[in-house]
């Protein structure tokens, strides 16, 4: 029998990228999925795809009362959490003056995550087994780029969300880690680079491989690699992590 057999994991930002691919491979190894976004025609197509049971939460992470309902809605239908993989986040770069996205990014990945975890702490399977939350981080919160202060920034404040609540939550039995990804080939990761493209002038596959060329590996990582991480992280060789950041990277950060 899977490790995730019978248990509850809720995904957030499950439509696309790596966290659709980390609800599916949930899915396989037999848990129940709650698979939360804003648009539900994409949640549709994964919960299409999936082999265990799914529930579908439309919901805004920045909203705090949102999340909460979704979160309880979770537990009334398939049951108390165990696993929460806070995945929902948006990319881009920002600027001081009128344009600048930094509340929207930050209110995003930052806030919203801490949002999750509120929601999580809430509708919380009880003890006394292992409890997970996952927050996927970015290989940026492990070094500077110019022009995504807010991205870094609220990436690097997962790290330190992570940490505290590994502490907090450790009497518990509730395993915190952070996951930072270097490039993976999501739709995200192809607008980041069509970003540098046309600032650069560019072609999309030059700019490709200019990025690449900072990689030892010269490699992306596929949603799926990622998602793998997060199965092991919930299995019982992954019981001895917490307050982590892992960092399948391809060697673009050695720490």
Same mark, same amino acid.
């Given at each position: 029998m899977s490790d995730l057999e019978g248990r509850v994991a809720l995904v957030t930002g499950a439509g696309t990228g790596i966290g659709r691919a980390i609800a599916l491979r949930l899915s396989r190894g037999g848990a129940k999925v709650a698979l939360l976004g804003r648009t539900r025609s994409t949640l549709e197509k994964v919960a299409a795809e999936a082999r265990a049971e799914t529930l579908i939460l439309c919901a805004d992470v920045r909203d705090a009362s949102d999340q909460m309902r979704a979160f309880e809605q979770a537990a009334h239908t398939?049951? =108390?959490?165990?696993?929460?993989?806070?995945?929902a986040g948006i990319g881009g770069g920002n600027e001081a003056g009128p344009e600048d996205r930094w509340d929207e990014v930050v209110r995003t990945n930052l806030d919203g995550t801490y949002h999750s975890i509120r929601a999580f702490e809430a509708h919380q399977a009880p003890g006394p087994g292992l409890?997970?939350?996952?927050?996927?981080?970015?290989?940026?919160?492990?070094?500077?780029? =110019?022009?995504?202060?807010?991205?870094?920034?609220?990436?690097?404040?997962?790290?330190?969300m992570t940490r505290a609540l590994a502490l907090e939550w450790a009497q518990r039995n509730v395993l915190v880690n952070s996951i930072c990804p270097g490039w993976v080939d999501t739709e995200m990761a192809r607008e980041g680079m069509q970003g540098i493209a046309d600032a650069t002038g560019e072609s999309f596959e030059e700019a490709k491989q200019g990025a690449l060329q900072a990689v030892p590996l010269a490699r992306m990582s596929e949603p799926e690699e990622i998602a793998g991480l997060v199965a092991f992280l919930l299995s019982s060789e992954g019981r001895g992590f917490t307050g982590q950041a892992?960092?399948?990277?391809?060697?673009a950060w050695m720490g």
């Open positions: 398939l049951g =108390p959490i165990h696993a929460l993989i806070a995945n409890r997970h939350a996952i927050l996927i981080s970015s290989c940026l919160a492990r070094f500077g780029v =110019p022009g995504y202060t807010a991205y870094c920034a609220s990436k690097a404040g997962l790290l330190g892992l960092d399948p990277n391809n060697g």
